[in-house]
């Protein structure tokens, strides 16, 4: 089975982490929902004593969500554009 709404929040979820290099035992959170043709995206982390929250809308194009990965990454880092990581490839179509 397969759930093109669930996929598409699964992969995005998924790319904002990977680009934080965040893993099990970080204190980051990301959730996505797709509404009709947009993408909410709520992400809260926590470095240093610094509390980073976003909020971000985006289309559902695989180029607008890797986009999307990319802002809520460097939004939620606390060293900045610097310090996100880059990732291999795109984001397939989906």
Same mark, same amino acid.
């Given at each position: 089975?397969?759930?093109?709404? @669930? &996929?598409? /929040? ?13 893993? =099990?035992?970080?204190? %980051?959170?990301?959730? @996505? &929902?797709? /509404? ?13 004593? =610094?509390?980073?929250? %976003?909020?971000?809308? @985006? ?36």
């Amino acid at each position: 089975m397969d759930n093109r709404e @669930s &996929r598409i /929040c699964l992969t995005l979820e998924r790319r904002v982490l990977e680009r934080l290099g965040a893993g =099990c035992h970080e204190p %980051v959170g990301v959730y @996505s &929902r797709v /509404c009709g043709e947009k993408v909410t995206l709520w992400g809260v982390g926590s470095r240093n004593n =610094c509390i980073r929250r %976003v909020c971000l809308e @985006s289309g559902l194009t695989p180029d607008q969500l890797e986009d999307l990965a990319k802002e809520a990454a460097q939004k939620l880092n606390p060293q900045g554009i610097e310090s996100v990581l880059p990732v291999q490839g795109r984001i397939k179509p989906l």
